[in-house]
């Protein structure tokens, strides 16, 4: 019984929520990647290499027989998803610096092209009183 109630709890907190939108938009993510590395950047790169597919590149140990099987070194599949990598984590990163810039362009407190909230509004009006009143009340301590 316990079990459940603390999955009811995790489940209506919102946590299972957030994971759940984090594995669709990952999900989501990944086919955009995967497209960007196999379509757009690996035909320009097989045309560099002379129309050479990475994924059957392999050393050969043993060739193959009649009833002995290829033992081989597949190289070509492990740079392929090695490239894969590295597009992805270039991608991700020019994604979150963005996300960062737009970010910080939201907080910035003295660009006027983004409308504040009223509540922010109202905290920065309360924070400028109250340090205008403790200059003041600093001005009356130091002059008794």
């Keep these: 019984m316990k079990l459940l109630k603390e999955f009811k709890e995790f489940a209506v907190k919102g946590n299972m929520m957030d994971m759940a939108i984090g594995i669709i938009i990952g999900a989501a993510f990944n086919k955009v990647i995967d497209v960007l590395a196999k379509q757009v950047l690996l ?7 002379e129309d050479v597919n990475l994924e059957n590149q392999k050393f050969i140990l043993r060739e ?11 190289y070509g599949k492990l740079a392929e998803v090695f490239l894969d990598f590295l597009i992805i984590g270039f991608t991700v990163f ?14 910035d407190s003295n660009d006027t092209s983004v409308s504040t909230p009223k509540d922010i509004e109202l905290l920065s009006q309360l924070t400028e009183l109250m340090e205008e009143q403790n200059k003041i009340l600093k001005t009356l301590n130091a002059s008794k």
Excluded: C, F, W, Y
């Excluded at 320009?44 to 290499?49: D, F, K, N, Q, V």
């Excluded at 193959?64 to 597949?74: F, G, L």
């Design 43 to 49: 035909p320009p790169l097989s045309l560099l290499s």
């Design 94 to 107: 020019v994604v979150i610096k963005a996300m960062n810039r737009l970010k910080r362009k939201a907080q």
């Design 64 to 74: 193959a027989a009649t009833n002995v099987d290829e033992v081989a070194i597949a």
